[in-house]
């Protein structure tokens, strides 16, 4: 059974940085693409941010492209989303999640293409 947890929220204020984290357990890690969605209160889980199995292709949500950077180390069995220059409109749950199928050269964006999550990190930025 696969399991993600994700860490490195937190409360801060506009302009600020975070880096979340996601430790997975599972074999399969490194042939499946990883990607981060959020769900702010009230709205649907959104795409953030995905990468691929070997981290040679990335996706990134208009709303965080030069902002957030998501990046993975497949010896640790990690994924990670670097967020800087923060706005309040970034509050919300974010979570770490797994492919479906293996070895895709491009990352889903969909989060139906997306089997395993984790239990998410609160995200919460101040003006």
């Known amino acids: 059974q696969v399991q993600l947890v994700e860490s490195g929220g937190g409360l801060v204020q506009a302009g600020d940085s975070l880096r979340l984290s996601c430790a997975v357990s599972?074999?399969?890690?490194?042939?499946?693409?990883m990607g981060w969605f959020r769900q702010a209160l009230g709205k649907e889980r959104e795409f953030v941010a995905t990468?691929?199995?070997?981290?040679?292709?990335?996706r990134y949500a208009d709303p965080v492209k030069g902002r957030f950077t998501i990046s993975r180390d497949n010896t640790r069995n990690t994924v990670s989303l670097q967020m800087n220059s923060l706005k309040p409109e970034d509050t919300a749950v974010y979570y770490c999640?797994?492919?479906?199928?293996?070895?895709?050269?491009?990352?889903?964006?969909?989060?139906?293409?997306?089997?395993?999550w984790g239990q998410g990190t609160q995200v919460t930025v101040s003006s």
């Open positions: 990468i691929n199995y070997n981290g040679a292709s990335t």
């Open positions: 999640a797994g492919e479906r199928s293996r070895w895709n050269l491009s990352p889903s964006f969909r989060a139906s293409d997306f089997e395993y």
């Open positions: 599972g074999r399969t890690f490194s042939a499946v693409g």
